[in-house]
């Protein structure tokens, strides 16, 4: 079975950084697209980045700038470095990767709170 843990959430203020990490086990094929959504309370999920194990990213423009994706594809693991983080990147953050038809999974989540 395969399992996403994630770390690196906490309380940072604003204009401070974090680094997420997301590591993949229990597999024995290579997940293609790895990466970050998150979810703010009332709202809804929402895509952070992605990359896939090319190094293509898609970021949202919400977070270009700021945050950088980067994986090591030997580990299938991602991370995420947010810099000038803002009250409004408050969510929890999930790790989501796709390898299409053989998994689509999520992580258990990650609380990053950002104070002003």
């Known amino acids: 079975q395969v399992h996403l843990v994630e770390s690196g959430g906490g309380l940072v203020q604003a204009g401070g950084s974090l680094r997420l990490s997301c590591a993949a086990s229990?597999?024995?094929?290579?997940?293609?697209?790895m990466g970050w959504y998150r979810q703010a309370p009332g709202k809804q999920r929402e895509l952070v980045v992605m990359i896939t194990s090319g190094g293509d990213t898609n970021y949202a423009d919400s977070v270009k700038g700021r945050f950088i994706i980067s994986r090591d594809n030997a580990r299938n693991s991602v991370y995420l470095q947010m810099n000038s983080l803002k009250p409004e990147d408050t969510a929890v953050y999930y790790c989501?990767?796709?390898?299409?038809?053989?998994?689509?999974?999520w992580g258990q989540g990650t609380q990053v709170t950002v104070s002003s």
């Open positions: 989501h990767g796709d390898a299409g038809s053989l998994y689509k999974g």
């Open positions: 229990g597999i024995i094929f290579s997940i293609n697209a």
